[in-house]
């Protein structure tokens, strides 16, 4: 009788053994899955960032007076913009 049952328990540890390698096998699966999706995704927002920093870009400009861009007012920038102001005006006399 021995036999009977020691085989028994060795088709359950077997039935159990494989029960847990097709369990692990479904869970890396959905890992594999996941992972794919959330690379995805990740791309996604990169590509979003990258266009958002291109339109970004298209709305700075460098000619803003320093006062305006929140930086200190009189800087040498400010000074040439008036100087050609007045070369054009004297053009014309």
């Not at 021995?2 to 494989?18: N, Q, Y």
């Not at 369990?23 to 959330?38: A, D, G, S």
């Amino acid at each position: 009788m021995s036999l009977g049952v020691s085989g028994s328990l060795e088709s359950i540890d077997s039935t159990i053994r494989t029960e847990n390698s097709t369990h692990l096998r479904q869970q890396l699966v959905v890992k594999e899955l996941e992972n794919r999706l959330l690379r995805r995704q990740i791309t996604a927002k990169q590509q979003q960032i990258e266009q958002l920093e291109t339109r970004l870009k298209r709305y700075e400009n460098p000619n803003t007076p320093p006062s305006k861009q929140g930086g200190v007012a009189g800087s040498p920038g400010n000074d040439d913009s008036d100087e050609e102001e007045n070369e054009d005006q004297g053009d014309d006399a």
